[in-house]
């Protein structure tokens, strides 16, 4: 039986903020048209759509134009929140890859879907949302989390217990103070606690503000590595940095 939510080792195109610093707060996994789809946990589906054409790739059909998707209410099977109930929200599934109906049951690792290329899309992907305990979400609600991001489990993976799809893009742009909220800025934290240099944080929680403590610990990071130490890596720092970690795509 499959671990996670999707079959394959597919890569993310967007996770907790858009490369423009909108909100996201969800996985964005660019696959294959007709990728399976998986229940994270058992659960019942709360509500369901299909029926909408796949978009041509390249040609978004604009925002809040209609997709096929998938609510389901589960119980997390592993992580923190092991044996509780939340709602995972499966988005730009393709047309009559809706797989179930509204009030059915479903075991954990059972196919409910396919992915695909319906609604507000540039390309092939699934949009996957994950609410925390206590919040819930309804054909009506299903954009509730953009203005709480408080509402989603993160990382992500954590919902089905610890499985890691894809690599997660780190955008360099992002690596500059002031820059509030960035999942790029979370994965530099990480990687300065993880060297123990940035203190008064652990890798379960790094933080993900770029503040001048980060900066001060980015210049000894790149005075002990022999760069001149401005507190702001370079593309080739950056992936320097994140060599080790076969996850991180480095971008512009």
């Not at 978004?60 to 209609?66: R, V, Y």
């Not at 509402?151 to 742009?173: C, D, E, F, H, N």
Request: glycine fraction near 14%; include cysteine; charge should be positive.
């Amino acid at each position: 039986m499959t671990t996670g939510p999707f079959k394959g080792d597919w890569g993310l195109s967007t996770t907790w903020r858009y490369s423009s610093g909108g909100a996201h707060f969800a996985w964005d996994v660019a696959c294959a048209m007709r990728t399976e789809l998986y229940a994270i946990g058992e659960g019942t589906i709360v509500d369901c759509a299909d029926g909408v054409h796949d978009q041509p790739p390249g040609r978004p059909a604009g925002s809040g134009a209609p997709s096929n998707w998938i609510i389901l209410t589960f119980t997390f099977p592993a992580g923190p929140y092991k044996g509780q109930t939340g709602h995972a929200y499966y988005q730009h599934l393709t047309k009559g890859g809706v797989k179930v109906r509204a009030g059915q049951k479903v075991r954990k690792g059972e196919l409910i879907g396919l992915s695909g290329n319906s609604g507000n899309t540039t390309g092939p992907h699934l949009h996957l949302v994950v609410l925390k305990p206590g919040y819930t979400m309804s054909r009506y609600s299903r954009y509730t989390y953009l203005q709480n991001s408080g509402m989603v489990v993160w990382p992500l993976y954590q919902a089905w217990g610890g499985t890691r799809y894809g690599k997660r893009p780190v955008y360099v742009s992002k690596f500059k103070l002031g820059v509030d909220d960035s999942a790029s800025v979370r994965a530099l934290r990480y990687g300065l606690v993880h060297r123990g240099l940035l203190s008064g944080w652990t890798k379960a929680k790094p933080g993900n503000k770029y503040t001048p403590k980060v900066r001060d610990a980015v210049k000894t990071w790149q005075t002990n590595h022999k760069y001149r130490p401005t507190g702001f890596l370079t593309i080739a720092q950056t992936r320097r940095f994140f060599q080790t970690n076969k996850r991180i795509e480095v971008r512009k």
